[in-house]
């Protein structure tokens, strides 16, 4: 058979391919908002100006010192999680008792920031990162050439993903940070240092971010508008996946990935838009979201 | 209306009117718009406790349709303007229905989500013209006689709606209907309970915000000639709620002060590019944390603390 | 109560001093030549125009003289990024407070249609060299006004188009920018396509300043058209081609880049560039006088060398000036006239001429990025595989659809 519902089969997987790729990266990035919403009720504007700067950073450790991707995906996250940590403790901290809204428009403004001051010395067009030498060349499928970076995205992602869901709601870790947010007082009074797990949440929430920057760098082009460009989308698939659930936004974001492509075969203008019609029928139906808990 | 907001609202009539002789007419058009947009956007978050962050779906349709208006249909301006205004408030009812039902932080995403498709809808739909915009949009003639290609005539006539716009917001304040939008705002299950049907009223309120919001953008576009995916943009969104912000929210000025002043940095820093990103994100970071009350709203602060 | 109308005053006039504040500034200047330089400065066109051009104008300027009639020429730059609101708003403030004459460069052709139709209204002289659309000589044009100076889509599909197409390249799918300069060049190739005698299999369209271009090669690819086309330029063509690489499209189609400069082919390496078939207006090294301009450039603008674009600014701008000087003022019929009366020749066209209809014709060339192997250094990218004469190139006064001129 060579076509599947009136479209050339190549296409079809080819472009299915593609969407599983950018699903992967709306899984980890609508993770990371996952956690941090889900912890500490904020919702992180500055997520996708922070994974900017984890490609940023992987592009000027290769640049300025020549250290290549492989460190890059290590030193990377731990520099963003590191700025993460100042951000909670210098300003969300003070957000805390205050309506909701207000830690949305402090991230929104830094997220301006951050975007503004790399523009400022970066221009807006994107700089180029060289793929790593074992990534070069890819499978030929027949129906597609795959390049082999963008499999190892895929797997890589839904490897880390899996592993950051098994971590939350599987460990002894994961129940203290469900439990801190649920009753924060009651954690203390067990003597555990719930600020502090506060901002180590959100610095790893926004590593996950840095990650995915790394490993965005070598296929989208390392520009400070990246991270706008995406942000928007992720929010949408947290929206659908339920605002606090982190399996929700894992299966969300691929599932949303796939349609995406699916759509751009059969009716290409509408890709862009797809999303935010499934989110409006998704809220009309089910308002907490696919997966979510009303809060 | 109290005396004291007599004078007030006399002396801004005055300097309205002086103001093109002082100024270039152009920009203080820019500023105008800008400042009907903002004050929609406050009658909803300054006095109904709803912030939307996606009010440039408003502003940007609005104004595609009123240049497509003028320009395709040739109608005159006074008409595109309605013609937009309308749109927006077409818009204003279905994403209203949709939106209100959620509070808070979701309500903001949905918004957010919703001028998304909305802008999408814009990039795709072939009178928009995509990244070009819909360039040489005529002025005509108001009521086919007045013609307003002449700066000062068509800041007068900017000037006019701009007027229009504000004192029907001030109206909608003052008004029972606008007391039960503070309440909403305060304390929305006590308004439940009293027996107010707050989702009635959000949505009321929501669509006169989107459609003043639309009033703002449909001028706009008649004003400048232009109408881009700029004004569509989520970008846009977040700068009418900085306007608001730095102005203050729930003052009546505020939004109107918060938009001048803004405007007025876009255009010194015009040639720095990213600088008005930079600055506009650090003056967002800096009101949320220490100056939520905004300029005015500081201000009123201030004065009531000594006069107390 | 007292306290609100004391609040809502202050409020008031800080409200109206902010706006006043810039009133204040930029007066009208009488008899001082001031020449804008409206460019992308740090985006997705950077590189094309930029901080380039506005170096190629102040190079013009110097050679001059730096004085018009005993006054200092001034050279302003703004950063339109792309967006043609933001360009009309800084045109508007140029021509409308602080006196400048003239726009040069206009890259991106949303907004030179923008500011050709704001020159004409304003009545000022509007010089495009970084935009592409044959609009701005046909339906759009403004022969009091107007000028396009480099090449427009036209040129370009006629020149490569034509070459592709005898070479065998006859069936073609479009990956196209999706704005004014986009849908011109992908209809004008088109065009030059089916007269040739071959098909275009289909386009599909892209937003500006797309980074991930795999779904859009992906359609090119199950097409099965032999010729992919990017209808696009500056990062996008970057862009196309670095993913076409990667998805190894090269393997069994051929890309056409249909505007391409120089400078795209440094960013983009020659390896992955060798062997594209493109068409300029200009090359650095075409002879003793292009290089020697070029060395000026490089000079100052950190050893990179120029492109066609910022070689036509410079020309454009030197041509401005003598008009200027031989119309003895700044008027812009006058002006116009005069450039239209006075020849080309300079390093950058031979035998240059601007017609009726705002339209600059210069000759053409047809290059070929050389292998890594055959170039000598950085910047020696090109073998001239053909001169095409200008009035082959560009569309004939004749056919132009520019209303009111004599043809």
């Known amino acids: ?295 | 209306m109290s005396t004291a907001n007599r004078l007030v609202f006399a002396a801004l009539v005055l300097a309205l009117l002086v103001a093109p002789f002082v100024g270039y007419p152009i920009f203080l058009m820019k500023v105008l718009c800008f400042a009907l947009f903002a004050s929609a956007f406050n009658l909803l978050i300054g006095f109904t406790g709803l912030l939307s962050f996606g009010h440039a779906m408003f502003f940007g349709f609005a104004a595609y349709v009123s240049g497509h208006a003028a320009k395709v249909w040739g109608l005159t301006p006074e008409l595109a303007i309605l013609s937009g205004t309308a749109s927006a408030a077409v818009i204003a009812v279905v994403t209203g229905w949709l939106a209100v039902r959620r509070q808070g932080i979701y309500f903001a995403m949905v918004t957010l989500a919703l001028a998304q498709m909305i802008y999408f809808i814009c990039v795709q739909a072939p009178f928009t013209y995509a990244e070009d915009g819909i360039q040489s949009i005529p002025r005509g003639a108001l009521f086919g006689v007045i013609d307003l290609s002449s700066d000062t005539r068509m800041y007068y006539l900017v000037a006019a709606i701009f007027l229009i716009g504000f004192a029907l917001i001030y109206r909608i304040i003052h008004s029972p209907f606008g007391q039960v939008l503070k309440s909403v705002r305060e304390n929305e299950a006590r308004a439940l309970s009293l027996g107010y049907h707050v989702d009635r009223y959000k949505l009321m309120a929501f669509v006169l915000s989107g459609t003043i919001a639309g009033l703002a953008g449909a001028t706009k576009s008649i004003a400048f000639g232009i109408a881009t995916l700029t004004d569509v943009s989520w970008q846009m969104s977040g700068e009418v709620v900085l306007m608001t912000l730095l102005g203050g929210m729930g003052t009546i000025l505020g939004p109107s002060v918060g938009a001048a002043i803004i405007v007025t940095m876009q255009n010194y820093l015009a040639d720095l590019g990213s600088m008005v990103s930079i600055i506009m994100g650090a003056t967002f970071v800096v009101c949320v944390l220490l100056f939520r009350r905004g300029i005015v709203g500081e201000i009123e602060y201030r004065l009531g603390k000594r006069s107390s | 109560m007292k306290r609100k109308l004391i609040a809502t005053a202050i409020a008031a006039v800080l409200a109206g001093s902010a706006s006043l504040a810039t009133a204040q500034q930029g007066k009208l200047s009488g008899d001082a030549v001031k020449i804008g330089v409206l460019t992308d400065m740090s985006g997705l066109y950077a590189d094309y125009g930029g901080p380039g051009a506005v170096a190629a104008a102040r190079l013009a300027v110097q050679d001059f003289g730096g004085k018009m009639f005993g006054k200092d020429i001034v050279v302003v730059n703004a950063d339109h990024q792309n967006k043609p609101d933001v360009a009309k708003n800084v045109a508007q403030q140029w021509f409308d407070r602080e006196g400048v004459d003239i726009s040069v460069e206009n890259l991106n052709s949303a907004v030179a249609l923008t500011v050709q139709a704001l020159a004409k209204e304003k009545n000022k002289i509007t010089i495009t060299t970084g935009a592409a659309t044959a609009r701005l000589t046909n339906e759009d044009c403004a022969p009091a006004n107007g000028i396009h100076y480099l090449m427009d889509t036209i040129a370009l599909s006629n020149v490569v188009g034509k070459a592709i197409v005898k070479d065998g390249g006859d069936s073609w799918y479009f990956l196209t920018a999706d704005y004014a300069f986009g849908h011109s060049l992908e209809k004008d190739t088109s065009e030059v396509v089916r007269s040739s005698g071959g098909k275009v299999n289909g386009a599909v369209r892209h937003p500006l300043g797309t980074s991930d271009f795999s779904s859009f090669l992906l359609q090119a690819q199950t097409s099965g058209a032999k010729v992919v086309g990017l209808a696009n330029a500056g990062g996008d063509t970057v862009n196309s081609i670095k993913a076409a690489a990667e998805f190894g499209i090269t393997r069994r189609q051929n890309l056409a880049a249909l505007l391409m400069l120089v400078t795209d082919v440094h960013a983009i390496g020659l390896n992955t560039a060798q062997g594209l078939y493109l068409t300029e207006g200009w090359y650095w090294d075409l002879n003793a006088e292009t290089r020697a301009w070029s060395d000026k450039f490089s000079k100052v603008m950190n050893g990179r060398k120029p492109n066609s674009n910022h070689a036509s600014v410079y020309s454009a701008t030197m041509h401005y000036l003598k008009a200027v000087q031989a119309a003895g003022t700044d008027d812009t019929a006058a002006v116009m006239a005069k450039m239209k009366e006075m020849p080309i020749n300079d390093m950058f066209a031979k035998g240059g001429k601007i017609r009726e209809d705002g339209r600059m014709v210069h000759d053409m060339y047809l290059f070929q990025v050389k292998k890594p192997s055959e170039s000598k250094g950085t910047w020696d990218y090109y073998h001239l595989r053909g001169t095409v004469k200008g009035d082959d190139a560009f569309q004939s006064l004749a056919q132009s659809r520019c209303p009111g001129i004599k043809k």
């Not at chain 1, 805390?96 to 400022?120: I, M, N, Q, S, V």
């Not at chain 1, 030498?133 to 390049?147: C, N, Y």
């Not at chain 1, 699916?262 to 019609?277: C, D, G, P, Q």
């Open chain 1, 1 to 295: 058979m060579d076509q599947i519902f009136g479209v050339p089969v190549q296409a079809f997987m080819g472009q299915l391919m593609l969407g599983l790729v950018n699903g992967s990266f709306y899984a980890i990035l609508s993770l990371g908002l996952a956690v941090i919403f889900g912890m500490l009720n904020i919702v992180n504007f500055a997520h996708g100006a922070l994974y900017m700067v984890g490609a940023f950073f992987a592009w000027m450790l290769l640049n300025y010192a020549g250290l290549n991707y492989w460190f890059a995906l290590l030193l990377a996250p731990l520099a963003v999680g590191l700025i993460g940590v100042i951000i909670e403790k210098t300003m969300l901290r003070w957000l805390h008792g205050l309506d909701h809204l207000y830690g949305l428009l402090l991230t929104f403004g830094l997220a301006l920031l951050l975007e503004g001051l790399f523009r400022e010395f970066y221009g807006s067009s994107g700089q180029p990162y060289e793929l790593p030498e074992v990534f070069r060349g890819g499978f030929d499928l027949g129906f597609m050439f795959l390049p082999k970076y963008r499999a190892w995205v895929v797997f890589a992602s839904i490897f880390l993903c899996l592993a950051v869901w098994y971590v939350i709601e599987k460990t002894k870790l994961g129940a203290y940070l469900r439990a801190g947010t649920e009753n924060p007082n009651l954690v203390k009074a067990f003597g555990i240092n719930v600020p502090l797990m506060v901002t180590l949440t959100y610095a790893f929430g926004v590593a996950l971010a840095g990650l995915a920057g790394v490993m965005a760098a070598p296929i989208y082009q390392v520009s400070p508008l990246m991270g706008s460009n995406i942000i928007i989308i992720v929010f949408a698939v947290v929206v659908i996946g339920g605002m606090g659930s982190i399996l929700g936004s894992i299966i969300t974001g691929l599932a949303l990935g796939l349609v995406e492509g699916l759509t751009k075969v059969f009716y290409a203008e509408l890709s862009s838009t797809v999303v935010f019609i499934i989110m409006v029928i998704v809220l009309m139906v089910r308002p907490a979201g696919l997966f979510g808990r009303e809060k």
